[in-house]
């Protein structure tokens, strides 16, 4: 009886063996045959029957091209990474200072100075700056085309370039753009190797024949208009043309700044932000931190705190972005507003101390954060928040300087002030302040694109509130000048007119009566004209109105025959 049941397990077993490969076939035909519709719930049910196949057959290459390609279509672009994450370069290449602790070990140490000693000088090396200021750092290059060579030599024939093309469009809209470019690099290198590979046993009659034919067809009928889609290889070919023109715009602008020429750094992040062509949303909010830090390199810190918003409504955890703002709110002594970003700073740093890895996935760039510099940051940050609130104490809390964030001068004209305050007032509207979302490329497992834009409306409206209230600070104090203004040309006008008085009594002394009354009707005349014109100054009202006036009574008095001489001190006059 034992032995019947031992044999009917063992056919079971076969039969098993046997029938799970079938199943895994009619997962994945089934699986073809709805990607066929292009329809994304068809797509989806696609990928069911896929996690279905590779449950059984967990290294089945067809069913996990079939799926990364389904992720492709269906814009998931994070599950495309997570899948293939292995093959991703920056992953490989890179010390893994997330996952590190904080006593890293002296190999760990070793492999970094090695990766920073080869790393190319053509821009500013990685540094941290004690008072906030930029910090970038190059991309190793040759790293990464060592890692695939190498990759590539060991195992060309069992991998496809199906993981290198897929995977190089999912890293493009993630905003890995060197990676793309590494990955879309080599998968294109596959493709000619393994035409190469084929055309070795293609005859050369066959090259002859080809190349006839085509140019026949062409001679015989004209060009028509492509109406095909194009291969996923001139897909591939385009989008790494795109991809290299932003990192060749991106490097022209972080030169620029390093150079000390701010202006060309805006203009070049703002052809990459302002493009036609939809940047990925963690690219372009890369480019907003650096546009931030030439903003406020050129002094227009108002427009570097508007980006350093947009940077953090595309992303709440960004530690760049949120040093930025912090250290621009603290330059204009907007301590209340410093305070809030560092508190929501140091509760990231807690919790990355807490899980020991820098928030989001592995494979996630940090630009500019590395874990193991996180405790020291942590110390100096807790430090700093202790600084500002004892500043807060003290009183500070209201000493906003409106004139370096309106970007005016101290003693500005009416106009100068109207002018900066109608361009800011016009670019910072809250209702305009999410129109930057329109011009990105999202994923759709992305968070929600209301929740973004509410936080662009938040953040708009508290730079926008900031900047009305420094204007209506600014212009009553240039309405107190003027009206001081006014006041001192009144007293000036007074002064010349009590001069003349004075002048007027000193000339009709031993007059008669008629010919003072003349006199007196003269000089009052002039005195009201010259408090009508209390506008002019008082020196050239004093130096030019006073002797003509002079001129007039001498000739009065000779026409009535009064001819002697009226006793002057030329020495006090001054013409």
Same mark, same amino acid.
């Not at 089945?60 to 370069?89: C, G, N, Q, T, W």
């Not at 024949?209 to 290889?233: K, R, V, Y």
């Given at each position: 009886?034992?032995?019947?049941?031992?044999?009917?397990?063992?056919?079971?077993?076969?039969?098993?063996?046997?029938?799970?490969?079938?199943?895994?076939?009619?997962?994945?035909?089934?699986?073809? &045959? $709805?990607?066929?519709?292009?329809?994304?719930?068809?797509?989806?049910?696609?990928?069911?029957?896929?996690?279905?196949?590779?449950?059984?057959?967990?290294r089945l290459e067809a069913a996990l091209e079939l799926k990364a390609r389904s992720f492709l279509f269906l814009r998931r672009y994070r599950e495309v990474a997570d899948m293939l994450h292995d093959y991703i370069p920056s992953?490989?290449?890179?010390?893994?200072?997330?996952?590190? &602790?904080?006593?890293?070990?002296?190999?760990?140490? &070793?492999?970094?100075?090695?990766? /920073?000693?080869?790393?190319?000088?053509?821009?500013?090396?990685?540094?941290?700056?004690?008072?906030?200021?930029?910090?970038?750092?190059?991309?190793?290059?040759?790293?990464?085309?060592?890692?695939?060579?190498?990759?590539?030599?060991?195992?060309?024939?069992?991998?496809?370039?199906?993981?290198?093309?897929?995977?190089?469009?999912?890293?493009?809209? $993630?905003?890995?753009?060197?990676?793309?470019?590494?990955? $879309?690099?080599?998968?294109?290198?596959?493709?000619?190797?393994?035409?190469?590979?084929?055309?070795?046993?293609?005859?050369?009659?066959?090259?002859?024949?080809?190349?006839?034919?085509?140019?026949?067809?062409?001679?015989?009928?004209?060009?028509?208009?492509?109406?095909?889609?194009?291969?996923?290889?001139?897909?591939? /070919?385009?989008?790494?043309?795109?991809?290299?023109?932003?990192?060749?715009?991106?490097?022209?602008?972080?030169?620029?700044?390093?150079?000390?020429?701010?202006?060309?750094?805006?203009?070049?992040? &703002?052809?990459? $932000?302002?493009?036609?062509?939809?940047?990925?949303?963690?690219?372009?909010?890369?480019?907003?931190?650096?546009?931030?830090?030439?903003?406020?390199? =050129?002094?227009?810190?108002?427009?570097?705190?508007?980006?350093?918003?947009?940077?953090?409504?595309?992303?709440?955890?960004?530690?760049? =972005?949120?040093?930025?703002?912090?250290?621009?709110?603290?330059?204009?002594?907007?301590?209340?507003?410093?305070?809030?970003?560092?508190?929501?700073?140091k509760l990231l740093y807690d919790s990355v101390l807490r899980d020991r890895k820098l928030p989001g996935p592995p494979w996630r760039p940090h630009h500019d954060v590395r874990y193991h510099d996180i405790p020291a940051s942590?110390?100096?940050?807790?430090?700093?928040?202790?600084?500002?609130? =004892?500043?807060?104490?003290?009183?500070? %809390?209201?000493?906003?300087?409106?004139?370096?964030?309106?970007?005016?001068?101290?003693?500005?004209?009416?106009?100068?002030?109207?002018?900066?305050?109608?361009?800011?007032?016009?670019?910072?509207?809250?209702?305009?302040?999410?129109?930057?979302?329109?011009?990105?490329?999202?994923?759709?497992?992305?968070?929600?694109?209301?929740?973004?834009?509410?936080?662009?409306?938040?953040?708009?409206?508290?730079?926008?509130?900031?900047?009305?209230?420094?204007?209506?600070?600014?212009?009553?104090?240039?309405?107190?000048?003027?009206?001081?203004?006014?006041?001192?040309?009144?007293?000036?006008?007074?002064?010349?007119?009590?001069?003349?008085?004075?002048?007027?009594?000193?000339?009709?002394?031993?007059?008669?009566?008629?010919?003072?009354?003349?006199?007196?009707?003269?000089?009052?005349?002039?005195?009201?004209?010259?408090?009508?014109?209390?506008?002019?100054?008082? %020196?050239?009202?004093?130096?030019?109105?006073?002797?003509?006036?002079?001129?007039?009574?001498?000739?009065?008095?000779?026409?009535?025959?009064?001819?002697?001489?009226?006793?002057?001190?030329?020495?006090?006059?001054?013409?």
């Amino acid at each position: 009886m034992e032995m019947e049941v031992k044999q009917w397990h063992h056919v079971l077993s076969e039969m098993a063996a046997i029938g799970v490969p079938i199943i895994v076939d009619k997962y994945v035909r089934d699986a073809r &045959s $709805l990607i066929a519709t292009q329809e994304p719930s068809d797509v989806s049910a696609a990928v069911a029957l896929l996690d279905a196949a590779l449950a059984l057959s967990p290294r089945l290459e067809a069913a996990l091209e079939l799926k990364a390609r389904s992720f492709l279509f269906l814009r998931r672009y994070r599950e495309v990474a997570d899948m293939l994450h292995d093959y991703i370069p920056s992953y490989k290449v890179a010390p893994d200072d997330s996952s590190s &602790s904080l006593g890293s070990s002296a190999a760990d140490h &070793s492999a970094s100075h090695h990766l /920073s000693r080869e790393r190319a000088n053509l821009l500013s090396p990685h540094r941290e700056l004690s008072d906030g200021g930029r910090s970038f750092r190059c991309f190793s290059i040759s790293d990464l085309r060592r890692k695939f060579l190498a990759s590539l030599s060991k195992g060309c024939e069992k991998e496809d370039q199906w993981r290198y093309l897929v995977l190089g469009q999912a890293c493009c809209h $993630l905003g890995l753009m060197e990676d793309a470019m590494v990955l $879309l690099q080599t998968g294109r290198r596959l493709a000619s190797a393994a035409f190469r590979r084929e055309s070795v046993c293609w005859s050369d009659d066959s090259f002859t024949f080809s190349t006839a034919a085509a140019a026949a067809a062409a001679s015989a009928n004209p060009p028509a208009p492509p109406t095909a889609p194009p291969s996923e290889t001139e897909s591939a /070919s385009h989008l790494l043309t795109h991809i290299k023109l932003l990192l060749r715009r991106r490097a022209a602008a972080l030169a620029a700044l390093d150079a000390g020429l701010p202006a060309e750094a805006i203009r070049h992040f &703002s052809k990459i $932000l302002d493009s036609r062509r939809g940047v990925p949303h963690a690219f372009a909010a890369a480019c907003f931190i650096g546009r931030a830090a030439a903003y406020r390199a =050129a002094g227009r810190l108002a427009e570097a705190i508007a980006d350093s918003n947009r940077a953090l409504a595309l992303d709440l955890t960004s530690i760049p =972005a949120l040093r930025a703002r912090a250290d621009l709110f603290e330059a204009v002594r907007s301590i209340p507003d410093c305070l809030r970003d560092l508190d929501h700073l140091k509760l990231l740093y807690d919790s990355v101390l807490r899980d020991r890895k820098l928030p989001g996935p592995p494979w996630r760039p940090h630009h500019d954060v590395r874990y193991h510099d996180i405790p020291a940051s942590h110390r100096a940050l807790t430090a700093r928040i202790q600084q500002l609130r =004892a500043r807060v104490a003290a009183g500070e %809390v209201s000493d906003v300087d409106y004139y370096a964030l309106i970007g005016v001068r101290r003693g500005c004209t009416r106009s100068e002030l109207e002018r900066a305050h109608l361009l800011l007032s016009l670019k910072h509207k809250p209702d305009k302040a999410a129109a930057f979302v329109d011009r990105l490329e999202f994923a759709d497992d992305y968070r929600d694109f209301d929740a973004v834009r509410d936080q662009a409306r938040m953040s708009a409206l508290i730079l926008y509130r900031l900047l009305q209230k420094g204007y209506a600070r600014i212009m009553a104090a240039v309405i107190d000048e003027e009206a001081n203004e006014k006041q001192r040309a009144k007293e000036a006008a007074a002064a010349v007119a009590a001069a003349v008085a004075v002048q007027a009594a000193a000339a009709t002394e031993g007059l008669p009566g008629s010919e003072k009354a003349k006199v007196d009707g003269v000089l009052g005349s002039k005195g009201c004209g010259v408090v009508r014109g209390e506008k002019s100054a008082a %020196v050239s009202v004093f130096q030019g109105v006073f002797c003509r006036d002079l001129a007039v009574v001498g000739s009065l008095l000779s026409q009535v025959g009064l001819n002697r001489g009226i006793p002057v001190k030329y020495e006090a006059l001054s013409c």
